[in-house]
């Protein structure tokens, strides 16, 4: 069972920062949280992932509370290009590193 | 970076056949393979983890003698939905996972239409 909660959707002008929001409060000590995001009738593709500290590549920022039961991500000039579903997954280590998808966040990017 | 086809791409079958599904991890060995299912407008729903060599590990409510999962090398796994009905009708994407990593490679997804 997926362990986050996202909001449904959201919308973001273009250029701006996009910042998605995922609580994971039943987060263990030794789970990751990972991002990935959908684009329409195509497989996840994966942007970031982290355990406790900010992390930060060609895609996206994670910043990751110090309590970590919640997360966010961003995408700092968001394009037309990134309107998708984006999923948070916390990966359950006891489960032999399958994912859960919840139900994600639709990501609208506006012109 | 680690890439993960999927062959078809599309299908559409009659009501009563089965369908094989092939995913194959192109530029790495990964050990381990997941199949999802994805239904219009819903998330992904994990339906089996398939380590080479060894038999599939099938999610509650997932029907292993309908879903056939041969993962019989590091870089090919199948999925052949037997005997297929208009409620098969979905989107089904593999995933894989490097043998030394953590995070999955997701395949592009094969839609199945049965009639």
């Known amino acids: 069972d997926a362990k986050t909660t996202q909001p449904p959707s959201m919308d973001c002008a273009e250029g701006r920062a996009a910042n998605l929001p995922c609580n994971h409060s039943t987060i263990s000590g030794n789970e990751y949280v990972y991002w990935y995001r959908q684009i329409h009738s195509q497989g996840p593709q994966y942007i970031i992932h982290g355990l406790k500290n900010n992390e930060t590549n060609e895609m996206a920022s994670l910043i990751i509370t110090e309590d970590r039961k919640s997360s966010t991500l961003i995408l700092p000039h968001a394009t037309l290009r990134d309107t998708a579903v984006y999923y948070c997954?916390?990966?359950?280590?006891?489960?032999?590193?399958?994912?859960?998808f919840g139900t994600g966040t639709s990501l609208t990017v506006i012109p | 970076g680690a890439v993960v086809s999927q062959h078809p791409s599309r299908v559409i079958c009659k009501s009563g056949t089965s369908v094989k599904i092939e995913c194959r991890s192109l530029d790495f060995q990964a050990t381990t393979m997941f199949w999802y299912r994805q239904f219009p407008k819903q998330s992904l729903m994990l339906m089996a983890t398939?380590?080479?060599?060894?038999?599939?590990?099938?999610e509650q409510g997932v029907e292993k003698d309908k879903f056939l999962i041969n993962h019989a090398s590091l870089t090919l796994s199948t999925l052949t939905v037997t005997s297929a009905h208009p409620e098969d009708s979905s989107f089904y994407i593999c995933s894989a996972r490097l043998t030394s990593g953590t995070e999955q490679f997701f395949g592009p997804g094969t839609r199945l239409t049965v009639l």
């Open positions: 398939s380590n080479e060599g060894s038999k599939a590990t099938y």
């Open positions: 997954i916390v990966r359950g280590l006891n489960t032999g590193n399958q994912f859960y």
